[in-house]
Every structure is written in structure tokens, then in C-alpha cells.
């Protein structure tokens, strides 16, 4: 074998083994399941029939680490067919643009926006451009954007607003459906979680077919702290970094998650209002005490066709009305999706250096995976 043979492979060799040092996993590929309800077939919430996800990542020079995501309900005009949908605040420090009218309403009529914290009002413009320019919304002089935001300004330069409408704009057009990309990434590019990297992720539940063979998708953008139990592990633990350590080290009780849930089951807002109260709980799990200064919200949308609403339908409208009793298996679903969509958002995450040199590392996927068979959680 040459010497130049013989250092080609060395150097595949390496890229090889650099390659897998970087291989991020999604939850279930480390062997962890959880509930009790089969995820669709990406374990995303586009197995929601209809729904899309756009993102646009700005990692710019030394500083920039930010983004903006979009979830698209459905391929047709919005705001001439509304979909149903409700809002629900944990802890309210944040702002959420839009929710006003849709807690009026009970509807969604854009689609559905996250950013950064300072970013909200140049993306909600972003949204109009978008909404106005459609075919059919002419003599539009209304609309409601919906925009969420998390605080990355500890690995972005947010007072810089670098998010701008046409991010807005291009992020939705973006949108699709299938695999979404997840970890640092559109929204979350500059978010933590726990002391480790946050950012998107995402999972989705399908119910089985004597229990209406629904599907509840969740999408979360985590950027908050507290003590990290993963499936039942205290990870954060036993990795010695979770929130008042001896009330030194890793001091990361605040923060901020935006969880979106979208269903197909033909849900009215007042029930949607319930799904999405149920997805808090999955905060809880993880090891979030909604600390004072968490933005904690959820947004719950259905895009059954039967329950849109459309501006020229009749005075009296003819919807399907979802039977409360039956409601609990999508409770339970919205609980499992969001849960896993949270951890998936951290193993998906990777390291990022940014604003001021401060660098976030990912979290270890071999030190979790190590807890994980000590407890005996993995398969």
C-alpha cells in the first residue's frame, strides 16, 4: 500500500470516527420509549395530516445564533379557512403575540410563528406581508398573527434584531411536511435547556383505532432550566448539573418553553383548551418547576375539516361536536407527545459557541445513555 493510499484512509478513517462523535439521536434510537401510544411514522407533528414546518437558521459571524420557526396548519389560505385552536399559559413571563383574538375567537387564522424574544413584532409584520400577498385576501384589512418567542440572548446578540420580516416570510414558505429538522435549529438555534443546548423538537401519538385512530402531534422550543429527569432517570443528577446546586455552579431555574399542539380529531377551542393545558404537565415530568421567569405556553390546534372555519359559511354552522367523555386518550397522547418532543430537542441539539465567545455544550448522548442503563429504562 502507497503512502498516499495509506494516508486516504487514515483520513476517512477519521472522518468516520469525527462523524460519529458527532451523530445526534432522537430519543427512541437510544431505546427509550414513552407511554403507551405508537408515535406516527416520522414522530413528528407533520404526521398530523396537513401540518408543515419551515425553519430559517442565522448563524452569522461571532454573534448571531437565532432563528425563526414556522408550523403551517394547512396547504390552503388561512384566513379564508381558520382552523380551531386554543391558548394556554403556565407562566406568563413572555410575550406571545396574537393571543388576544384567539382566545376571543377560538381560531387561528396565520401560521404560527417562533422566534426570538425581541424578534416577535418584525416576524408578526413578516406574517402580514405573507397573509396580504395571498390570492382570495384583496380586501383583507384584518389580520392576527400568532408569533411565540423564547430569550436566546445569552448565545445571540438579540439586541441586535437580526430576525427580519422577510425571515418571516421565507421560513414559512419553507414549510413542509415529513421529517423535521430538529436540536439547534430555526427557533431554537440559540436556546438552552437544563444547562445543556436546547432548541426544536418534536413527536407525534396516533391512537389506536378503537379509540378513534387520531393523531396528536407536538413541536416545543425549549429554553428553560430546573432538574432534568428523562423518562423517569434523574439525569440531570447524576450528571451533577440541574438548578440550585448547592445554590453555586449551574444556576438555571428560569427560562422558557412554547409548546404547539396540533390534532386531526374535530376538537372545538373550548376542548382544544383542554388538550393543551394537559401538555404542561410534560414540563413537570421533565423537571420544570415554571420558575418565575419562564414563558411557559401552549397553543392547540385542530385541522379536521369538518371544524375550519370559513368566512362565507352559513349564519348557523353545521360542526361536529367532539364527545367530552372521549377526550382523555387525547389528553393522554398530547401528555406523551410533548414529553418526548422535549427530550428530543436535547439529544438533537448540538454545541454552539456564539454572542461574547460563551459556548453551550450539547448534552453527552454516552453519559445519557449510561444513566439510562443503569436505571434499566433502556432496551
Known amino acids: 500500500m502507497t503512502t498516499r ?10 472522518a468516520i470516527t469525527v462523524h460519529a462523535q458527532e451523530q445526534r439521536l432522537r430519543l427512541r434510537e437510544l431505546g427509550v420509549e414513552i407511554g403507551i401510544f405508537r408515535p406516527g411514522a416520522n414522530n413528528t407533528i407533520t404526521d398530523v395530516s396537513g401540518v408543515k414546518v419551515g425553519h430559517v437558521t442565522l448563524k452569522q459571524g461571532e454573534n448571531i445564533r437565532t432563528g425563526v420557526t414556522a408550523i403551517v396548519p394547512h396547504d390552503g389560505n388561512l384566513f379564508q379557512e381558520k382552523v380551531p385552536a386554543a391558548f394556554f399559559v403556565g407562566n406568563g413571563f413572555g410575550k406571545f403575540v396574537g393571543t388576544t383574538q384567539l382566545e376571543e375567537l377560538g381560531q387561528v387564522e396565520t401560521p404560527i410563528l417562533l422566534t426570538n424574544t425581541l424578534s416577535v413584532w418584525d416576524v408578526a409584520n413578516g406574517i402580514v406581508d405573507y397573509m396580504l400577498a395571498l390570492p382570495g385576501n384583496e380586501n383583507v384589512r384584518s389580520i392576527n398573527p400568532i408569533v411565540g418567542e423564547t430569550n436566546d440572548g445569552g448565545l445571540n446578540d438579540i439586541r441586535g434584531r437580526h430576525v427580519t420580516r422577510e425571515h418571516a416570510v421565507e421560513a414559512i414558505r419553507n414549510a413542509k411536511s415529513g421529517m423535521v429538522e430538529e436540536g439547534s435549529v430555526g427557533a431554537g438555534t440559540g436556546t438552552q435547556c437544563f444547562g445543556w443546548k436546547g432548541g426544536i423538537g418534536t413527536s407525534s401519538r396516533i391512537l389506536p383505532p378503537s379509540l378513534g385512530a387520531y393523531t396528536v402531534g407536538a413541536l416545543v422550543q425549549t429554553n428553560y432550566g430546573g432538574i432534568l429527569d428523562m423518562a423517569g432517570v434523574p439525569v440531570g443528577k447524576e450528571l451533577e448539573r440541574y438548578a440550585f446546586r448547592n ?33 404542561t404537565l410534560a414540563l413537570g415530568r421533565t423537571g420544570s418547576a415554571m420558575s418565575h421567569g419562564s414563558g411557559d405556553y401552549v397553543l392547540a390546534f385542530s385541522t379536521a375539516q369538518d371544524a375550519r372555519i370559513r368566512p362565507n359559511a352559513e349564519h348557523i354552522e353545521q360542526v361536529p361536536r367532539y364527545k367530552e367523555d372521549d377526550l382523555s386518550p387525547i389528553f393522554q397522547a398530547a401528555v406523551e407527545a410533548t414529553e418526548e418532543a422535549i427530550y428530543n430537542s436535547l439529544l438533537k441539539a448540538t454545541t454552539v459557541k456564539g454572542n461574547g465567545g460563551r459556548e453551550v455544550e450539547a448534552i453527552p448522548i454516552d453519559k445519557v445513555t449510561a444513566v439510562m442503563k443503569k436505571y434499566g429504562r433502556s432496551k
Open 247 to 279: 445554590q453555586l455552579n449551574y444556576d438555571g431555574g428560569d427560562g422558557s418553553c412554547v409548546i404547539v399542539i396540533a390534532t386531526d380529531a374535530p376538537l372545538t377551542s373550548s376542548q382544544l383548551k383542554r388538550v393543551a393545558k394537559r401538555a
Open 5 to 14: 493510499v495509506l494516508l486516504s484512509c487514515v483520513l476517512l478513517c477519521s
